[in-house]
């Protein structure tokens, strides 16, 4: 199993990303995919998740509004649709995997499949 997070990068406040998370070795029908992400001196936190077959999402109330999760079942790759960042969205972003039967909320422990991070840095 393999899950590569992409589309990081340097964003002014205000600004926009769509980070991917491209997953390989799993039929991602079968998994809650979520996405995560750990400021500098920061425990990790859960940002958002969706389960893989229905689409059903959750989101952390400091992202809800402004991130959007989806999924692509064909490309096997969930998204993250980032808008209005603001410098408390600096952090490395990862994206982890869980083999389910429904929806599982963003908690660190309850996600067994994880890929390298991609930073997000919001910054002018």
């Known amino acids: 199993v393999q899950l590569q997070a992409s589309g990081g990068g340097l964003v002014q406040p205000g600004g926009s990303l769509r980070l991917s998370c491209a997953a390989s070795?799993?039929?991602?029908?079968?998994?809650?995919i979520g996405w995560f992400r750990q400021a500098p001196g920061r425990k990790r936190e859960g940002v958002s998740s969706?389960?893989?077959?229905?689409?059903?999402?959750y989101y952390d109330d400091s992202v809800k509004g402004r991130f959007t999760i989806s999924k692509d079942n064909e490309k096997n790759t969930v998204y993250l649709q980032m808008n209005s960042l603001g410098p408390e969205d600096t952090a490395v972003y990862h994206c982890?995997?869980?083999?389910?039967?429904?929806?599982?909320?963003?908690?660190?422990?309850?996600?067994?499949?994880w890929g390298q991070g991609t930073q997000v840095t919001v910054s002018s």
């Open positions: 982890a995997a869980r083999r389910a039967a429904s929806l599982i909320v963003p908690v660190e422990m309850w996600y067994d499949k």
């Open positions: 070795g799993i039929t991602l029908a079968n998994y809650a």
């Open positions: 969706i389960y893989g077959s229905d689409g059903k999402t």
